[in-house]
């Protein structure tokens, strides 16, 4: 038995050091990750519900994603989270600070930090690891995002259910939510509901959504303090419902094959840019025009009709 097999193995036994290893090879090499993903294809439809928690820094998704995932372990639930946290552009370092406001998860709850610049969203590595933890069989898996905008396009195509997470008298997130935030949460939780102006805001949040309505589905609005777990039981609630909801149809196989041609089109994407890298290297004509293009002294649609037609040298398929 090789050693990822052993691997695998182990993971569906919802071994924690063998799905960490898993996920370390993911991250490692994302392009290589069909070698992993190929012993978790199953034929039965997987009824994983998948939670992407959007929402402004400091609105307490941290603690609001431990809630949700101690009570659904208290219900025998296995639940597994992927805490995505914004990267430095300068030092490419991240704080990872979902570790220690999560230190109070229960041993059957799995998590995991992982990193991204902002302009990458939710990365190729997080969607490919949410198919890894779906194959291993989790009940629940919580996407914590590192915030809104951008972020948010890919949240909605990764997870089944979006929650965007507010807090009161945040005026930024009202504006953004008449700016359109509104159309990718299908349940919004006002989270701090103790602290003043939680009334306020429920009224703006119902307000900004009125009237929508989603594949059948109504967006809720639930007030919560995750510093309680008795104070997030609502949301517990509404997140059942969501899920006999969307149960009922083909709404879960459609959210996958949407999912999977996102990590398609992004596996393609690292292909053609390893493609260049590979080609950059290679070619050390071709990074004397680059530096050319960057003084201004070379037409950049040259350079870029160079670079295809290398591309389809390495690998004809590439351009198909």
């Not at 805490?83 to 600070?97: C, H, N, Q, R, Y």
Request: glycine share 6%; proline share 4%; with cysteine.
């Amino acid at each position: 038995m090789s050693d990822v097999e052993y691997l695998v193995r182990k993971s569906k036994e919802f071994d924690k050091a063998a799905i960490s290893k898993l996920i370390s090879a993911i991250e490692e090499n994302p392009l290589k990750s069909f070698q992993i993903l190929k012993y978790f294809v199953r034929d039965e439809f997987v009824k994983t519900h998948v939670i992407g928690f959007t929402g402004s820094a400091g609105v307490g998704k941290s603690t609001l994603v431990s809630a949700v995932t101690q009570l659904l372990s208290q219900e025998g639930y296995r639940v597994a989270i992927l805490a995505v946290d914004p990267k430095s552009p300068f030092t490419g370092g991240a704080i990872l600070g979902d570790r220690v406001r999560m230190k109070s998860l229960p041993q059957t709850a799995f998590m995991r930090s992982m990193t991204t610049y902002e302009e990458e969203a939710l990365p190729l590595k997080v969607l490919l690891c949410v198919e890894l933890l779906e194959g291993i069989g989790f009940d629940y898996i919580l996407i914590e995002t590192p915030g809104v905008g951008q972020f948010n396009t890919r949240v909605v195509k990764t997870a089944d259910t979006v929650a965007v997470v507010l807090m009161p008298e945040a005026g930024d997130e009202i504006q953004a939510l008449k700016a359109g935030i509104m159309e990718i949460g299908d349940i919004y939780v006002i989270n701090k509901a103790d602290l003043p102006g939680a009334n306020i805001t429920f009224g703006q949040v119902e307000f900004a959504i009125s009237g929508v309505v989603k594949n059948g589905w109504t967006p809720k609005i639930v007030m919560t303090s995750a510093i309680s777990l008795h104070n997030v039981k609502p949301l517990i609630q509404v997140i059942k419902e969501r899920e006999n909801h969307i149960m009922k149809t083909d709404f879960m196989q459609n959210k996958r094959k949407a999912r999977r041609s996102l990590e398609l089109e992004l596996t393609i994407l690292e292909t053609v840019k390893e493609g260049i890298k590979e080609i950059l290297k290679n070619r050390p004509e071709l990074l004397t025009a680059f530096e050319k293009v960057l003084k201004g002294n070379e037409n950049l649609t040259n350079l870029l009709t160079t670079v295809k037609e290398n591309l389809i040298n390495i690998d004809p398929g590439i351009n198909q």
